[in-house]
């Protein structure tokens, strides 16, 4: 996946901002501080994984824009344009080239979707997030190290270590501190006491089998209780709902005498009733609407004499009705003979200003559709746009090429201060030939300050003993043979340098020798001054071969916008006479031209088509009136307005007789359609009953009403039954006959009677069991015992949960152990292998590897000469370690996930050399990447840079 622009629609201060992204892997984007990378930072972040509501309210704050934007992405060979507004509630749109919005599932076979948190771990670098993977202790740094290459940041580590001090704190086999060992030692020494204290209790068991013989013989005397108050409850229910049972079986007894009457469907009465009333006054007035008709009828005959021919008014009518058009045709036939002569007009002022001879015909054959009018206007843009760019690259590489020039001036004069190894040789044997002549002439001058020094510590020694009055004669004696003993000696020496004079160096051979140290001193000098301008050579030929591969480019693009140019010329040959600037204006007038005949050859039809459609219809007029040809339009239309008016005049009359009669047969076929409902629906209701009149009817429908009653009195009493009765009770009640009220007074008298006595036989047992219970409570619930058994629950209660923390705690270190060993044995070697190629390529290629070691558990680097451990790196050679590792894991764990990485100006602690390095690494690869930074744009030449600065 690739961003080829995205817009802003308003995020945070950013508003109305569209950035266009060339094809390169590394664009820059570059600006102070408030210059807006953070907003542009999380509008990426927001258009391809979306933001928090709290993000989400930091940057929408201007009401009065919407919110969001677009990014226009390329796949493969899919464009895809995804939407993110206020308006769609910040979800994602996604649609295609055409338009056409694309289903998630669908965009999701390109793009592989991922939540915030994933992104922000593995795509996304800020320096802060370094610096927070780095920790103090140099013996967990492998571990870290391992997290990062695991999930690209230190939550592996930090989980592991998180759940080992949980684990330790908890519980250890061989500890007496952890929480679980003390509680359960505690444990073991509560169980031991209350094994003690109910051994202590004799005949315990015996009464506990006593109490559970009285307790199932209380469950039968439960049951026994139970049946009885169900058989009270019915006696007592039934004799409550006497009455309705009676009536129950009133209505049943009935219904099973009687049968149903038969009839189709019930009709209701009232209906009926209102049917027949309904109908007796429909046809009274049936017969009042006929005799209005007849005379109506009359009314039409005498009108009829009075109407003229149907076909001459339908003429006039068609006239009237057209008049408002027909003026319309006329003002348009008008109006186009006007635009005809603009246009005409237009034509010859267009051909003035093309000064070329085109004629119409061969202008209106030609094929110039609009689109290559701009295509030519945007080649002959382009091209005078490379060409001032060539010119001002072209200049650009003299300017290189007059500094190559002074480089290689410079190393000409280094030469001669240069040393080959011969030279260098015989001046550093002169030099040491020369040191050791001048160590052996060691004048007496150099000796004359120790003696006097000598004779000073000798004077200051006399005056000291004097004041201590330890004038001792061995003493003095000593003393004065020291100083006799030193003045010989100075005086042998001092007669020394007149037989050795001649090894003296004499000041030739001095001045020799401090040139032999001058000479090696430039040749130093010269050497680094050669490797400063070795390596300024070699940036200056890389930047010489970039701008030829510019210049070069930039001369392709040239000559194939000329060769698209040259295709317009010989599509259009007239081009020819035309000068290179004028090219698409002329192009662009000849499409006028073109438009503006095509546009005179269509006026010209329409006009000659009104002019003939207005001709035909004057002489209509002309025929079916008495007109003159030389009436104008305006009078023609007066004339058949008028005679128009006075025919509609006639006819309208008629038209109302006409209405009237019509609209008194519609109102007796309304009341005989009214009619109609009412005899069908008596015939219908007489056919339900069986029945041949009125009288019969309500014969018939009172005995249906009278049965319908009783199966509705049987229901009601069938549902109240059902309420208080179970299903087994309502089946013997409905089975059996009605009890007899004293037979009924005898049940329930019985039942009382019973109930009574197994109550008080509850009574006494509850009594006994209460006993036996307490006897068994005295016996259990000493006040050591009860302390003792309420205490050891309470305490196993918390070493039962604190034992299923510590199980939790081991199963998830057990198996975080087991990932970091899977992931050692199958995806470490390839996210090393990957990472070791960033750092290689950061590191100009001194550390050649980055591995990881089993037995000590720690990553370590190989450079030249040798293995460096990661704690044992500089700072800034461990932030490109961290960064190697992120990459790594980014480019080899996600290769299915194509989306950018975000930098966000992670490399500050790099120096210029390794920056760079990195910066060039990441535009050679195929993953789009963003890098935000404060660095001034002209230190990013080599990258394709948004400065924020210029917006």
């Not at 769609?88 to 669908?106: S, T």
């Not at 005959?301 to 408002?324: P, V």
């Not at 003993?485 to 030739?508: C, N, W």
């Not at 009278?706 to 509705?712: F, L």
Request: charged share 30%; net charge negative.
């Amino acid at each position: 996946m690739r961003i080829n622009t995205f817009t802003i629609y308003q995020f945070g201060k950013l508003v109305n901002k569209t950035y266009e992204i060339n094809r390169e892997s590394l664009i820059v984007i570059s600006g102070q501080n408030e210059s807006g990378k953070t907003h542009v930072r999380y509008f990426l972040t927001y258009m391809l994984v979306g933001l928090t509501k709290q993000e989400l309210e930091r940057f929408n704050y201007q009401p009065n824009h919407f919110f969001g934007g677009e990014l226009t992405i390329q796949c493969d060979d899919k464009v895809f344009t995804l939407y993110r507004t206020d308006k769609l509630n910040h979800q994602l749109l996604v649609k295609d080239e055409q338009e056409n919005d694309i289903p998630m599932d669908v965009f999701s076979q390109y793009v592989q979707r991922v939540n915030r948190e994933f992104f922000d771990r593995i795509f996304h670098f800020d320096v802060l997030s370094i610096q927070k993977e780095q920790t103090d202790s140099p013996e967990q740094l492998g571990d870290l190290l391992l997290s990062l290459s695991m999930s690209g940041t230190d939550a592996i580590e930090r989980t592991e270590k998180k759940l080992k001090k949980a684990l330790e704190r908890l519980f250890k086999k061989a500890g007496t501190n952890p929480e679980l060992n003390q509680q359960l030692k505690t444990l073991e020494s509560m169980e031991k006491q209350l094994k003690e204290l109910k051994e202590k209790e004799s005949g315990y068991h015996v009464l506990e089998q006593d109490i559970k013989e009285i307790e199932k013989s209380i469950d039968q005397l439960h049951d026994d209780i139970d049946e009885v108050k169900q058989q009270l409850f019915f006696y007592q229910t039934y004799q409550q709902l006497y009455h309705i049972i009676e009536n129950y079986q009133v209505a049943n007894r009935y219904l099973l005498e009687h049968s149903k009457p038969h009839v189709k469907r019930e009709i209701n009465k009232a209906d009926v009733i209102a049917w027949h009333e309904k109908k007796r006054d429909l046809l009274q007035q049936v017969s009042y609407q006929q005799q209005l008709i007849e005379r109506k009828k009359e009314k039409i005959k005498d009108s009829q004499t009075r109407l003229g021919e149907a076909s001459f008014y339908q003429f006039l009518s068609t006239i009237n009705d057209h008049e408002s058009y027909w003026r319309e045709q006329h003002h348009i036939f008008l109006q186009t003979k006007t635009e005809l002569d603009r246009v005409m007009t237009a034509i010859q002022d267009e051909k003035r200003n093309i000064g070329l001879q085109l004629d119409d015909e061969m202008v209106q054959q030609l094929a110039l559709p609009k689109e290559n009018v701009a295509e030519l206007d945007t080649m002959t843009t382009l091209y005078k746009e490379l060409d001032d760019d060539l010119t001002s690259k072209q200049a650009e590489l003299e300017l290189l090429l007059s500094e190559g020039d002074s480089l290689s001036y410079e190393r000409h004069q280094l030469e001669e201060a240069l040393l080959n190894d011969y030279e260098r040789q015989d001046i550093e044997d002169a030099i040491e030939s020369l040191k050791r002549k001048h160590d052996r002439a060691i004048t007496p001058k150099q000796l004359l300050p120790v003696f006097s020094l000598a004779s000073g510590v000798l004077i200051m020694t006399f005056i000291a003993l004097y004041v201590m009055n330890s004038f001792q004669p061995f003493i003095i004696i000593g003393l004065m043979m020291v100083y006799m003993i030193s003045l010989v000696s100075l005086i042998y020496v001092k007669q020394r340098p007149k037989v050795s004079a001649r090894e003296v160096p004499t000041q030739q051979e001095e001045n020799q020798l401090q040139h032999y140290y001058q000479v090696l001193t430039r040749d130093e000098t010269a050497k680094r001054k050669r490797d400063e301008l070795t390596r300024d050579w070699l940036i200056f030929t890389r930047d010489v071969e970039v701008k030829e591969k510019e210049i070069k480019k930039q001369k392709e693009r040239k000559t194939h916008v000329s060769r698209n140019i040259d295709r317009f010329k010989g599509r259009y040959p007239f081009l020819s006479h035309v000068v290179e600037p004028r090219y698409s204006a002329v192009l662009a007038s000849v499409y006028q031209l073109k438009c503006l005949l095509e546009e005179k050859a269509t006026l010209i039809t329409s006009l000659t088509l009104r002019e003939e459609k207005l001709k035909q219809f004057k002489q209509s007029i002309i025929d079916q009136c008495d007109i003159t040809e030389q009436t104008s339009m305006e009078g023609m239309l007066k004339l058949v307005r008028h005679q128009y008016d006075e025919h509609k005049h006639a006819r309208e009359r008629h038209t109302e007789l006409t209405e009237e009669l019509r609209g008194l047969e519609d109102e007796a076929q309304q009341i005989e359609a009214t009619l109609m409902p009412v005899v069908d629906a008596l015939a219908e209701a007489y056919d339900a009953y069986h029945v041949k009149d009125f009288e019969a009817f309500i014969a018939q429908h009172e005995k249906v009403i009278h049965y319908k009653e009783m199966i509705q009195q049987k229901s009601e009493m069938k549902q109240k039954l059902e309420l208080r009765f179970s299903p087994r009770a309502l089946k013997s009640i409905f089975s059996e006959p009605l009890i007899n009220e004293r037979l009924l007074k005898e049940y329930l008298d019985e039942h009382e009677d019973k109930k009574q006595r197994l109550d008080d036989a509850h009574m006494s047992i509850m009594k006994q069991l209460a006993t036996l219970k307490a006897e068994k409570q005295q016996m259990e619930s000493s006040t050591s015992y009860r302390d003792l058994h309420y205490q050891f629950q309470m305490k196993r209660e918390a070493f039962n949960q604190q034992a299923n923390e510590w199980l939790m705690y081991k199963i998830s270190y057990e198996q975080l152990l087991k990932t970091k060993r899977l992931f050692q044995a199958s995806m470490l070697p390839g996210i090393l292998d990957k990472a070791s190629e960033v750092f290689r390529a950061v590191t100009n290629n001194r550390y050649h590897s980055i591995d990881y070691d089993d037995v000590s558990k720690q990553l370590f680097v190989t450079h030249g000469q040798g293995q460096l451990v990661a704690m044992e790196l500089s700072q800034g050679t461990l932030d490109q370690l961290v960064i190697a590792i992120r990459l790594g894991v980014a480019m080899v764990l996600n290769q299915s996930i194509d989306l950018p990485f975000i930098i966000d100006d992670s490399f500050v602690h790099f120096d210029e050399g390794r920056k760079k390095r990195l910066l060039d690494y990441l535009s050679q690869e195929q993953r789009q990447s963003f890098y935000f930074t404060t660095a001034p744009k002209e230190r990013l030449t080599d990258y394709q840079v948004i400065d924020l600065e210029v917006e």
